[in-house]
């Protein structure tokens, strides 16, 4: 199994949690995507992905792109131990979570789009933070009400164990701290967030344990 | 089964595609995200949508949010006709191809990001069209461009039958078109839509026929 992430993408960090809680290991190859214009932008890495975007995987014949699909495989594939519910209200419940994030938060700091607001709006390095806080702000808060409807009293967002929504949840945590957003109104985000770093498979999938992790 | 929702918005479209499609009633309730300052920031439905948005699905005691989940838990529920492939690699290049839409285009073109670029950057009507059409632009072309690898002769994306790559192109083709994006160099995607428009299930959730449209 091939990997093509980046140590600072939310949307790699997410595949790198599922592929450690799974067991599972991988080939990696870095792609830088601000070296040399962007190794995401070249005709060879365009030919496995359309988009280029990271992440990637390659397995066998098959090549895959878009990090939630690339989760949703990796749990069809090696279900144990599962990361979505059996129950299917509350699969659904976790992937309502989940697309918060993967939907509504996270595509809007990507790095393209903050060029743009850049280059086209000439939004310097505040208005492009501001921009960031708003979205970020407005999905934890969600997923915080969410969180407060739970009444598991489990230290992850659904249950016993972690899955699709702590997946996804911590990389957006982490990235909302690169970004000066203020959590003090989360504390129940905070405290999934906590929980889940104690974890290996978490820890081990931070950016900055990554070989292409930079200061 | 009730279900919030807004005949312009795309993600309420994906989801009456899938109704269609799957021969279900509902019962539906307008949500105007314009009227009275916006009928989803009501604090009766954001008790349903922390987020605010549109779509929301009450099926008994289960009230579930963000338009994927909600096409997931349908095929769960009402797993005939399907909108998956039963092969779990087919599975995730269909799920990899919604995403693209889901994730990294639709959410931009969003009512609340559009009007942020308005309050926070001053953008008028065409900077805010620039804007749509640059990301609608290059989320439909890598659709295009996964469309050419696919060899099956089929009029849908992914096979004999339209599913989950169906029901998010059409509404986000549709969307193109309000936004003046030009469609000439995606002849695949194009030739989708307009296989998918002869049918009852995709024509009849048109915004145009729902009972809340206007001009």
Same mark, same amino acid.
């Given at each position: 199994m091939q990997f093509y992430g980046y140590f600072r993408s939310s949307s790699a960090y997410r595949c790198r949690i599922a592929f450690n809680l799974k067991g599972l290991e991988y080939d990696f190859t870095s792609v #830088?995507?601000?070296r040399g214009g962007g190794q995401q932008k070249t005709p060879e890495y365009r030919a496995m992905n359309p988009q280029a975007l990271v992440p990637t995987l390659v397995n066998g014949d098959l090549t895959l792109i878009q990090s939630m699909a690339i989760l949703e495989w990796l749990e069809d594939t090696y /279900? @144990? /131990? *599962?990361?979505? /519910? !059996?129950?299917k209200d509350k699969r659904a419940q976790v992937r309502a979570f989940a697309n918060i994030i *993967?939907? +509504? =938060?996270h595509p809007l700091q990507n790095l393209r789009v903050l060029q743009y607001l850049g280059d @086209?709006?000439? %939004?310097?390095q505040a208005a492009k933070d501001a921009w960031c806080q708003r979205w970020i702000t407005d999905g934890l808060m969600a997923c915080e009400d969410l969180l407060a409807k739970q009444? #598991?009293?489990? !230290?992850f967002c659904f249950g016993e164990t972690p899955g699709l929504a702590d997946i996804c949840l911590v990389p957006q945590v982490f990235s909302a701290g690169r970004f000066g =957003? +203020?959590? %003090? !109104?989360?504390p129940r985000v905070t405290a999934v967030y906590e929980a889940c770093q104690a974890l290996s498979a978490f820890a081990n999938a931070a950016p900055g344990k990554q070989p292409d992790a930079e200061e």
């Open positions: #830088h995507l601000r /279900p @144990e /131990p *599962a990361i979505l /519910p !059996a129950d *993967a939907c +509504d =938060v @086209e709006f000439g %939004a310097d009444s #598991h009293g489990s !230290a =957003v +203020d959590l %003090a !109104a989360m």
